[in-house]
Nanobody
């Protein structure tokens, strides 16, 4: 019964930065981490960044060095700082609570509506 609200998306130009916010509430396990996902037009949803409850962070190769995932001290709010944005970063971005198996994050909450990020050339 986790509720998710993603915000912060918008239209930006290539090379610019943008910060996304995900707020979680409801029945959430204190052991859950979280992940940021994105779905480009006509493509499958993909994991771009995750953060373990212990703080370990992982990134997809396509965003490594450009994106940073973080959380507040309580674990109810998560952020995705994006810089040096590229056209290929254009997608609907989603967040989810995450159950980790090793270093792999598996979403364990229902998808929200996401937030649109559009990067122009």
């Amino acid at each position: 019964q986790v509720q998710l609200v993603e915000s912060g998306g918008g239209l930006v130009r290539a090379g610019e930065s943008l910060d996304l916010t995900c707020r979680l509430s409801g029945a959430r396990s204190p052991f859950d981490g979280a992940g940021w996902y994105r779905q480009p037009p006509g493509k499958q949803r993909e994991l771009v960044a995750s953060i373990h409850i212990l703080g370990t962070r992982n990134y997809a190769d396509s965003v490594k060095g450009r994106f940073t995932i973080s959380r507040d001290s309580v674990g109810n709010t998560f952020y995705l700082q994006m810089r040096s944005l590229k056209r290929k970063d254009t997608a609907v971005y989603y967040c989810s609570g995450g159950t980790f198996v090793g270093a792999t994050c598996y979403p364990n909450s229902k998808w929200g509506q996401g937030t649109q990020v559009t990067v122009s050339s």
